[in-house]
């Protein structure tokens, strides 16, 4: 992992270039451009809040419908953020044969700078959740601190994922068919929708969520954007009332979710351990398979 | 850096194999079982190459396709990682290994260099230093701003070639990327080449253009089948790879004739050529300067009906064409089921390597019925020191003074 950073850091402008160019890329030739870095997060926020919030009228324990509304789309914006990245990087070698088959450059930076770009389409968002917050529910964030290194944990988390599937993509390409479900089935066991009792999940998918680690970072994005401190009282209330045992957060208000932060860095290493190694191992291949 | 720094790239025993899986289940099955099956067939795409470049040194590495040339390039790039051997880099190396890799069409002239400068390890504020240079290399005018998917592959080429030379780089790698372009670029490329070789830059060039590779190169390999035929100056090299190119031509041909030609079985066509001394009849493939030589070339025309024309064109082996000759411009036609036309000509040339094609014509020259490129080959020895193609036997008139 430190070599992974030193070439990181060699390859400094590559690097740049590479995540500069894809955030190009994506909104190049269309009529608004770079605006929909954030329209497009603005335009979701705004259909999810009119769907749960007016449509449906959904009811929470905690909150109005519009706190339901937000509290959602926080979970959604990691959640697009890590989905869209391990379904493209997954392919990340595959799709750039070209060049690994003409230059000697670390392949490494590959998954990096894609991660690098969902990690700013998904500090966009947060910031869209944050203004939102502000001006629907009136409180600001609290302990914005966490939220850099929440954001970097759940990079290195995604980073992971890509380093193992795109190296194992390379010789078996049907991985590229797998991803899209498999992260559909993902979807489902993360806590995006159910988050209070009002959802409360059946006993089986309560132990898959708790072993999932994208339930602890969303709670720990919540925990930074959405609940106020009674609203967080009033979760604990009902979890410790017998409610849902997966209503994350569960941390006292004022608290550092110190637990949630150590599961998921652990979660994170292990990952980036893994598939990095896997990746180094499999990569003198890649200029003869890719 | 290495204890031998005047060596710019050495290379021992490398060599690459590719393992071939008929199909992608293959590697699996060979995955589980540990070693136990094996489902690929190995194919070694370069075997046992060393060479050692020193600084400054251009070396061409020219071959058939499929020979292996870009699978070696790819191994002293460090693109691909060899099976065998190691290759030794000394110094910063650039490469252009396809033209327009790395090159993202929907960006502009200008973000691609950048981009692939970047890709090449070289850094942005090298890049902004030297832009003029490269910019005024390209000679791509406005179309530097414009994207890169509406250029042309000769522009390709042209923004290709001037990022390798930004990369200012102490080992240049070229794989048979100027093959496009035009003339004018091409000599431009090469002029450049050569002026960075003098100040030391290290050279190593794939090539199709035999004389190209002379005009760059001081040493050549000619490798075939992944392994190294032939090492040496590159114009022997080169000579003997033309020769056996050659030979393969004549070879067919000879094959041809003796089966009896597939097209030709009932139509006019050429069987074989030989080359005399003039009023002989044994075969000869080398020559003095200011021989006479009978070009006998063969033909048959099974169903006997019409007249017809033959004519030739000799080149020399740099493709400089040193003359051509008809039977129609002679007077002369030719009818009956077949035989020899013989045609006598003074070899006026300097020296060199030579080859000749054969045409049969239609009694109007308009048509070619049957055509032989590279049909023979001759040498031409000179013992004088003019240089040409035409052995001009001058006169030196005056002395000393004027007029």
Redesign the interface.
């Given at each position: 992992m430190i070599a992974l950073a030193r070439q990181c850091v060699?390859?400094r402008?590559?690097l740049v270039?590479?995540t500069r160019?894809e955030l190009?890329?994506r909104y190049?030739?269309s009529v608004l451009g770079k605006s929909w870095l954030v329209l497009q997060p603005l335009a979701f926020l705004g259909i999810y809040y009119v769907v749960f919030s007016q449509l449906f009228e959904t009811k929470t324990s905690v909150g109005s419908p519009s706190t339901f509304a937000l509290a959602m789309f926080c979970g959604l914006v990691p959640w697009i953020g890590h989905a869209e990245t391990v379904q493209r990087g997954s392919n990340c070698v595959l799709e750039h044969g070209?060049?690994?088959?003409?230059?000697?450059?670390p392949t490494e930076i590959l998954p990096v700078y894609m991660t690098l770009v969902s990690m700013i389409n998904s500090a966009v968002g947060f910031l869209m959740v944050a203004v939102a917050v502000g001006y629907f529910e009136g409180h600001g964030p609290r302990m914005l601190w966490m939220f850099p290194i929440a954001l970097v944990l759940q990079g290195l988390f995604t980073m992971g994922i890509v380093y193992l599937l795109s190296a194992i993509t390379v010789?078996?390409?049907d991985i590229t068919q797998m991803v899209p479900m498999l992260m559909v089935f993902w979807f489902f066991m993360s806590p995006i929708f159910m988050f209070a009792k009002s959802t409360a999940p059946p006993p089986l998918l309560q132990t898959i969520l708790k072993y999932n680690p994208m339930t602890y970072i969303i709670s720990i994005y919540r925990e930074i954007f959405i609940w106020t401190p009674e609203q967080l009282h009033a979760l604990r209330a009902e979890i410790e009332g017998g409610g849902s045992s997966i209503a994350l957060p569960v941390t006292e208000p004022g608290n550092v979710p110190w637990f949630e932060l150590g599961v998921f860095a652990g979660c994170a290493f292990t990952c980036l351990f893994i598939g990095l190694a896997v990746f180094r191992k499999l990569k003198?291949?890649f200029?003869?398979e890719a | 850096m290495k204890p031998d720094d005047r060596i710019a790239v050495r290379a021992e025993g490398l060599g690459k194999r590719?393992k071939i899986y008929s199909d992608?289940s293959g590697?699996?099955v060979e995955f589980f079982s540990f070693g136990q099956a094996k489902r690929h067939t190995e194919k070694w795409a370069v075997q046992d190459v060393s060479f050692e470049l020193p600084r400054g040194s251009a070396l061409g590495v020219v071959g058939a396709n499929g020979a292996g040339k870009s699978s070696l390039l790819?191994l002293v790039?460090?693109?691909?990682?060899p099976t065998t051997g190691r290759v030794e880099i000394n110094g910063r190396?650039s490469?252009l290994?396809?033209l327009g890799?790395?090159f993202?069409p929907?960006?502009s002239g200008r973000?691609n260099v950048?981009?692939n400068a970047?890709?090449?390890?070289v850094?942005?504020a090298e890049v902004r230093d030297r832009f003029d240079d490269i910019a005024a290399f390209a000679d791509l005018g406005d179309a530097m701003d414009q994207p890169v998917r509406i250029y042309s592959s000769g522009m390709s080429m042209r923004l290709g070639f001037a990022v390798a030379m930004v990369a200012d780089p102490d080992i240049l790698v070229l794989d048979e990327v100027l093959a496009v372009g035009d003339h004018a670029f091409q000599q431009k490329c090469i002029e450049r080449l050569n002026e960075i070789q003098q100040s030391g830059t290290t050279i190593l060039f794939v090539s199709h253009a035999i004389s190209q590779v002379r005009r760059i190169c001081d040493r050549c390999l000619w490798i075939h089948g992944g392994r190294v035929v032939m090492a040496g100056d590159s114009t022997s090299v080169t000579d003997e790879y033309s020769n056996y190119f050659h030979a393969r031509a004549v070879g067919r041909a000879a094959r041809l004739a003796a089966t009896g030609h597939a097209v030709s079985a009932t139509a006019a066509h050429l069987t074989n050529v030989k080359l005399c001394p003039a009023g002989k009849t044994e075969e000869v493939d080398s020559f003095r300067s200011g021989d006479h030589v009978d070009f006998h070339l063969g033909f048959r025309n099974p169903t006997g009906e019409g007249k017809f024309h033959l004519g030739l064109i000799v080149n020399r082996s740099d493709e400089v064409q040193v003359f051509t000759s008809r039977s129609l411009d002679a007077g002369m036609s030719y009818e009956g089921e077949g035989g020899y036309a013989v045609v006598r000509v003074p070899l006026r040339v300097s020296g060199g390597e030579f080859y000749v094609s054969g045409f049969l014509l239609d009694e109007s020259c308009d048509h070619i019925l049957d055509q032989r490129q590279a049909w023979a080959r001759f040498r031409v020895d000179h013992d004088g020191d003019d240089l040409g193609v035409f052995l001009a036997e001058t006169e030196w008139i005056t002395s000393q003074g004027a007029s």
């Open positions: 060699r390859f402008e590559l270039s590479l160019r190009n890329a190049r030739g070209g060049l690994i088959k003409k230059f000697a450059f010789y078996v390409r003198p291949g200029a003869d | 590719y992608s590697r699996l790819k790039t460090g693109v691909a990682v190396l490469s290994l396809e890799a790395g993202h929907e960006f973000d950048f981009m970047a890709l090449m390890g850094s942005k």
